[in-house]
């Protein structure tokens, strides 16, 4: 086993790695940036290295500076997080050209999966269920109506040339095929300058449901079970939780073995998520696969009661798992929220700056990850997340209740957080049912008015309170500042103490 | 010995809410609501950026922030941005209010200092420049004078009362205000 690690990372997940190190009983490393000073993954560290300016290109991206980091440290083995270089197989390639361990899956793994068109052509010959659609682009109508047929109705005829959304067209029956088809074709040709169109099942509303794996060099690959990601906005995360609820055990078993055999089509090691889009009728289509570990992964971590980082860093020592598919515990349910320094009522906009006070919740079935501390920045320059709120429950209306719950003890002052967001979220009919797909957001945001208010006169009072004492201590402070030197100032003081000791300051 | 003080609350709607405040012992206020109801509070602070309250027998476990005169208040998940102002806070915005705008009806003390003498009535007609307010400070009179024309609607202070700074002295309405 290695004895020392450096952390590639920076925030919650630097410092939550760094926790299953120092259980390991291995020394810990940070890097940190010119801006993350003060960080709290920085304090947490046993060692600690600068390796540039704020900006993420100078610093968190410089596979030479990290590198060196290692070296000067003595690190034997590098922890790339999530983000930042923790897909980069250049990363993973030049590691593996010096005597340092990366804590991850080959180069050929990470690229494989990073190239979409060839991760599809893998996944294909795997058996894995891709979206249906044309392989090759169409220009006769007759053929792609066909086609579409065999598919099922609604589809999707997409330009070649497209991207990013545009040049796409939805047709939701046979009779209007025809005409749509021809139409995307001059469409395309006129924005792209190429006609090619292909067309691909169109998935109405479906869930972000994927597989948490684990694999050790031996190729022993085995799954974790689920997580629905389906509360998301612009394919941002919000909320995570497993078991998906809406997913049969069937269906459950069969996503987990096609995630198994995903990894195993790359030689995959280490931890990875297979992602898939699950339909209403419970088909399920590979979406991507992420080389490395997942925001969301402590939900999985509750329910299995295994720790992910824990046999990441064992698998990129050479260890094998202990674990068969059939012997991996399951056990209630679990939930994360993830609490952001954004203003949902500014339309999330990042709000970093000063965090005043932190407060997080404790209690039966609660894990707060949080990278931040009273008195720290939420730096403009990263990831405004300043915690993910985890809680676990015997049951899914357990975990959901400890979730309310625990929001309502978070306390965050200075910067405007999502929490009232989530405990919005947490309390709609959708999300209470579980039906809720990844549209559910974008759908909540049109119907809603704000947030709701009802404490409003208790919040008056207590700022009105807050003003009054500042005013009176003002008072008194300026009243001391007067008094001659025979003056009660002594008697002040003491009575400032016995206030003190009070709390009624 | 405290007297007690007024805050005015804005919350982000239109409406501006008073509030009065006057401390008692142990760390116990007596608040009197926008709607006149009059409550006591029992307060402590537990914590940097906490405030806890008893308010007849309810725990209120708040946070607040401050950033100038404005209070950002969790209580539970919610989150409420609450501007406070107090006497002397909500003058001085009058008065920017109104040196924007042109005429503010407040004559406000320059110092502080003893209302000896009182020269104009409420509803009486006077001319800028005319004396309304004689205010005693460092063994000085001072008179103060209307600072535009119009009809005195208010008349907050007597002879005998302290002033602070910025204290009203009198509110002189438009000429033909109706």
Request: hydrophobic share 40%; glycine share 8%; proline share 4%.
């Given at each position: 086993?290695f004895?020392k690690v450096?952390?590639?990372?920076?925030?919650e997940?630097a410092?939550?790695?760094m926790?299953?190190?120092k259980e390991?009983?291995?020394?810990?490393?940070?890097?940190?940036?010119?801006?993350?000073?003060?960080?709290?993954?920085?304090?947490?560290?046993?060692?600690?290295?600068?390796?540039g300016?704020?900006?993420?290109?100078?610093?968190?991206?410089?596979i030479?500076?990290?590198?060196?980091?290692?070296?000067?440290?003595?690190?034997?083995?590098?922890?790339?997080?999530?983000?930042f270089?923790?897909?980069?197989?250049e990363?993973?390639?030049?590691?593996?050209?010096?005597?340092?361990?990366?804590?991850?899956?080959?180069?050929s793994?990470?690229?494989a999966?990073?190239?979409?068109?060839?991760?599809?052509?893998?996944?294909?010959?795997?058996?894995?269920p891709?979206?249906?659609?044309?392989?090759?682009?169409?220009?006769?109508a007759?053929?792609?109506?066909a086609?579409a047929?065999?598919?099922?109705?609604?589809?999707?005829?997409?330009?070649?040339?497209?991207?990013?959304?545009?040049?796409?067209?939805?047709v939701n029956?046979?009779?209007?095929?025809?005409?749509?088809?021809?139409?995307?074709?001059?469409?395309?040709?006129g924005?792209?300058?190429?006609?090619?169109?292909y067309?691909?099942?169109f998935?109405?509303?479906?869930?972000?449901?994927?597989?948490?794996i684990?694999?050790?060099?031996?190729g022993?690959?085995?799954?974790?079970?689920?997580r629905?990601?389906?509360?998301?906005?612009?394919?941002?995360?919000i909320?995570?939780?497993?078991p998906?609820?809406?997913?049969?055990?069937e269906?459950?078993?069969?996503?987990?073995q096609?995630?198994?055999?995903?990894a195993e089509?790359?030689d995959?090691?280490?931890?990875?998520?297979?992602?898939?889009?699950?339909?209403?009728?419970?088909?399920?289509?590979?979406?991507?696969?992420?080389?490395?570990?997942?925001?969301?992964?402590?939900?999985t971590?509750?329910i299995?009661?295994?720790?992910?980082?824990?046999?990441?860093?064992?698998?990129a020592a050479?260890?094998?798992l202990?674990?068969?598919?059939?012997d991996?515990?399951?056990?209630?349910?679990?939930?994360?929220?993830?609490?952001?320094?954004e203003?949902p009522?500014?339309?999330?906009?990042?709000?970093?700056?000063l965090?005043?006070?932190?407060e997080?919740?404790?209690?039966?079935?609660v894990?707060?990850?949080?990278?931040?501390?009273?008195?720290?920045?939420?730096?403009?320059e990263?990831?405004?997340?300043?915690?993910?709120l985890v809680?676990?429950?015997?049951?899914?209306?357990?975990?959901?209740w400890?979730?309310?719950?625990?929001?309502?003890?978070?306390?965050?002052?200075?910067?405007?957080?999502?929490?009232?967001?989530?405990?919005?979220?947490?309390e709609?009919?959708?999300?209470?049912?579980g039906?809720?797909d990844?549209?559910?957001?974008?759908?909540?945001?049109?119907?809603?008015?704000?947030?709701e208010?009802?404490?409003?006169?208790?919040?008056?009072?207590a700022?009105v309170?807050?003003?009054?004492?500042?005013?009176?201590?003002?008072?008194r402070?300026?009243?001391?500042?007067?008094?001659?030197?025979n003056?009660?100032s002594t008697?002040?003081w003491?009575?400032?103490?016995?206030?003190?000791q009070?709390?009624?300051? | 010995?405290?007297?007690?003080?007024?805050?005015?609350?804005?919350?982000?709607d239109?409406?501006?809410?008073?509030?009065?405040?006057?401390?008692?012992?142990?760390g116990?206020?007596r608040?009197?609501?926008?709607?006149?109801?009059?409550?006591?509070v029992?307060?402590i602070?537990?914590?940097?950026?906490?405030?806890?309250?008893?308010?007849?027998?309810?725990s209120?476990?708040?946070?607040l922030?401050?950033?100038?005169?404005?209070?950002?208040?969790?209580?539970?998940e919610?989150?409420?941005?609450?501007?406070?102002?107090?006497?002397?806070?909500l003058?001085?915005?009058?008065?920017?209010?109104v040196?924007?705008?042109g005429g503010?009806p407040?004559l406000?003390?320059?110092?502080a200092?003893?209302?000896v003498?009182?020269?104009?009535?409420?509803?009486?007609?006077?001319?800028?420049?005319?004396?309304?307010v004689?205010v005693?400070?460092m063994k000085?009179?001072?008179?103060?004078?209307?600072?535009?024309?119009?009809?005195?609607?208010?008349?907050?202070?007597?002879?005998?009362?302290?002033?602070?700074?910025?204290?009203v002295?009198a509110?002189?309405?438009?000429?033909?205000?109706?």
């Amino acid at each position: 086993m290695f004895s020392k690690v450096l952390v590639a990372n920076r925030g919650e997940i630097a410092v939550r790695v760094m926790r299953s190190l120092k259980e390991m009983d291995i020394e810990t490393v940070a890097v940190f940036s010119e801006a993350d000073r003060s960080a709290l993954h920085v304090r947490k560290a046993d060692e600690a290295v600068c390796v540039g300016p704020a900006a993420s290109s100078e610093s968190y991206l410089r596979i030479d500076k990290i590198i060196e980091a290692a070296r000067t440290t003595g690190a034997e083995a590098i922890h790339p997080g999530y983000g930042f270089l923790s897909e980069n197989a250049e990363f993973a390639r030049a590691l593996n050209e010096t005597d340092i361990t990366f804590i991850g899956p080959s180069p050929s793994a990470i690229e494989a999966m990073g190239e979409k068109t060839r991760a599809r052509e893998l996944m294909e010959q795997a058996g894995v269920p891709l979206v249906p659609g044309t392989p090759e682009a169409i220009d006769d109508a007759t053929v792609a109506l066909a086609e579409a047929e065999k598919m099922g109705f609604p589809v999707l005829i997409k330009a070649a040339a497209g991207g990013g959304g545009k040049g796409m067209r939805r047709v939701n029956s046979a009779t209007e095929f025809a005409n749509a088809f021809e139409a995307a074709r001059r469409e395309a040709s006129g924005a792209f300058g190429n006609a090619d169109v292909y067309v691909e099942k169109f998935l109405v509303n479906p869930k972000h449901v994927e597989i948490q794996i684990l694999a050790d060099r031996e190729g022993n690959t085995i799954h974790l079970f689920e997580r629905d990601c389906s509360v998301q906005r612009r394919h941002q995360k919000i909320i995570e939780e497993t078991p998906c609820a809406t997913l049969s055990e069937e269906t459950r078993q069969k996503m987990g073995q096609v995630a198994v055999q995903a990894a195993e089509a790359v030689d995959y090691e280490g931890a990875g998520t297979v992602e898939f889009l699950l339909d209403a009728e419970g088909n399920f289509y590979f979406l991507e696969m992420n080389t490395r570990l997942q925001v969301e992964h402590p939900i999985t971590e509750m329910i299995t009661g295994i720790d992910l980082v824990k046999w990441q860093v064992g698998i990129a020592a050479g260890e094998t798992l202990s674990l068969q598919q059939e012997d991996v515990p399951r056990n209630g349910a679990a939930m994360e929220c993830r609490i952001y320094a954004e203003d949902p009522e500014n339309e999330f906009r990042p709000s970093p700056g000063l965090v005043s006070r932190i407060e997080a919740p404790a209690g039966p079935g609660v894990r707060d990850d949080a990278g931040t501390y009273s008195g720290a920045e939420v730096p403009l320059e990263y990831d405004p997340m300043v915690s993910k709120l985890v809680t676990w429950g015997e049951d899914r209306t357990e975990a959901l209740w400890r979730m309310k719950r625990a929001l309502r003890e978070y306390v965050v002052t200075g910067v405007k957080t999502n929490l009232q967001f989530h405990l919005e979220v947490l309390e709609h009919p959708e999300f209470v049912d579980g039906s809720y797909d990844t549209q559910f957001v974008p759908r909540m945001m049109e119907e809603r008015g704000g947030p709701e208010k009802s404490n409003g006169e208790l919040a008056e009072l207590a700022a009105v309170v807050a003003a009054h004492r500042r005013a009176e201590e003002l008072a008194r402070k300026a009243g001391n500042h007067n008094s001659g030197p025979n003056s009660s100032s002594t008697s002040r003081w003491k009575s400032l103490g016995r206030y003190r000791q009070l709390k009624r300051f | 010995m405290s007297r007690s003080r007024e805050y005015t609350v804005f919350n982000g709607d239109d409406e501006q809410r008073s509030w009065e405040v006057e401390t008692l012992e142990n760390g116990r206020y007596r608040v009197t609501k926008p709607d006149g109801e009059t409550i006591e509070v029992d307060a402590i602070a537990p914590d940097d950026d906490r405030l806890h309250l008893l308010v007849e027998g309810k725990s209120v476990d708040a946070a607040l922030f401050r950033r100038d005169s404005t209070y950002q208040v969790q209580i539970d998940e919610q989150r409420h941005d609450i501007e406070v102002l107090n006497e002397r806070e909500l003058r001085m915005r009058a008065a920017e209010a109104v040196t924007a705008g042109g005429g503010s009806p407040q004559l406000v003390s320059p110092m502080a200092g003893l209302v000896v003498k009182v020269d104009a009535e409420v509803g009486q007609t006077v001319e800028a420049g005319d004396r309304i307010v004689v205010v005693e400070a460092m063994k000085m009179e001072n008179d103060l004078e209307a600072h535009r024309s119009g009809v005195i609607e208010e008349i907050p202070v007597q002879a005998g009362d302290s002033v602070e700074i910025d204290d009203v002295l009198a509110v002189i309405g438009e000429p033909d205000d109706e």
